[in-house]
């Protein structure tokens, strides 16, 4: 089994294709979309949703229940 170098908690939901760079964390209920793609060191907080063809940064941090939407 590899051994992601990024955090997901159990209750978060990191759809397949979903990019994310080392040492992120994903904490509760959060949902990131099949072709998000989210740069290193990041911290997503409880209820975030990242749809599809969104970029994030590295070191960026989003706190509780935002919604990244592309284009926006």
């Not at 089994?1 to 994310?20: C, L, N, R, S």
Request: hydrophobic share 40%; proline share 3%.
């Amino acid at each position: 089994m590899v051994e992601k170098a990024y955090f997901v908690h159990p209750t978060a939901v990191v759809d397949e294709g979903a990019q994310i760079g080392g040492g992120t964390r994903i904490w509760h209920f959060s949902h990131i979309m099949p072709t998000a793609r989210i740069g290193e060191g990041c911290n997503l907080g409880q209820n975030v949703f990242v749809d599809n063809n969104t970029v994030i940064g590295n070191r960026v941090k989003i706190q509780n229940n935002v919604s990244v939407y592309n284009g926006v």
